[in-house]
């Protein structure tokens, strides 16, 4: 095999891996949040490839600062290149993280056009699938698996519709908004307290209503002195 590296995309379709969200996990700022499978080390993959732990892991390790700088940017569809174009930029990973030999991962879905697209796709029921994106070669072994080598690049990871790495697929993540439930105790409260409370009457009200009561009080005895006269 030829020891030029290559372009390698390895997606995450299978058994539970999609990107699936729910408006009720938007955020106070209006972004929503993505959560699943990104990849998985030692597991042979629909394109017949066996990424080795040691070799995600080091990639993970160096992907961190560019995370912590939101720097990792992904794209709606695979381009053609290694190169992340701002243009395509539909999602941005926020997080990676080891749960086994399962790499899981966290992002944000931009409000770019790329975005908006991957947003309505997801809202409208399509099964969106997370893919991975890198350079590299390796060895094919006696399986006829292609075993990637230490030389491999993970550049980042884009958003597809047939990923090749089993359960790859994502979960919106659901957080309630904790002001829309105190708006919503507040306005009860206020409800109530309209239809049971005590009602203020003001002064002249009061006088009013007496003088009325001393007037209709004081032509009654008048009316009883003259007919008694």
């Known amino acids: 095999m030829s020891d030029n590296p290559m372009l390698l995309v390895d997606s995450c379709v299978g058994s539970g891996f999609t990107l699936n969200l ?3 996990t938007t955020t106070e700022n209006g972004t929503v949040k993505f959560k699943g499978k990104f990849q998985e080390a030692e597991a042979v993959n629909k394109n017949k490839r066996m990424y080795p732990f040691s070799v995600l892991d080091e990639n993970v390790k160096r992907l961190n600062d560019h995370i912590k ?15 992340i174009h701002f243009t395509n930029a539909s999602h941005i990973v926020t997080k990676l993280w080891w749960d ?16 908006k697209v991957l947003k309505s796709l997801i809202n409208d029921g399509v099964r ?6 890198g350079v590299g070669n390796g060895k094919v072994n006696e399986n006829g698996i292609l075993v990637i080598g230490e030389s491999y690049k993970l550049i980042t990871f884009d958003a597809v519709a047939d990923p090749s790495t089993s359960s790859a697929f994502q979960e919106k993540v659901t957080k309630a908004k904790k002001e829309a439930v105190n ?27 007496l003088s009325g009561i001393i007037k209709e009080e004081t032509d009654k005895i008048k009316s009883e002195v003259k007919s008694n006269g």
Do not use: F, Q, Y
């Open 22 to 24: 729910n408006e009720s």
């Open 69 to 83: 700088g939101r720097g990792l940017i992904g794209e709606l569809d695979h381009p053609t290149d290694s190169i």
């Open 100 to 115: 086994g030999n399962t790499l899981m991962g966290e992002g944000e879905i931009l409000n770019t056009p790329h975005g």
């Open 128 to 133: 969106v699938g997370i893919s991975s994106r």
């Open 183 to 209: 708006n919503h105790n507040v306005a009860s409260s206020s409800s109530k307290t309209d239809g049971d409370g005590i009602h203020i009457v003001s002064k002249e009200a009061i006088v009013a209503a």
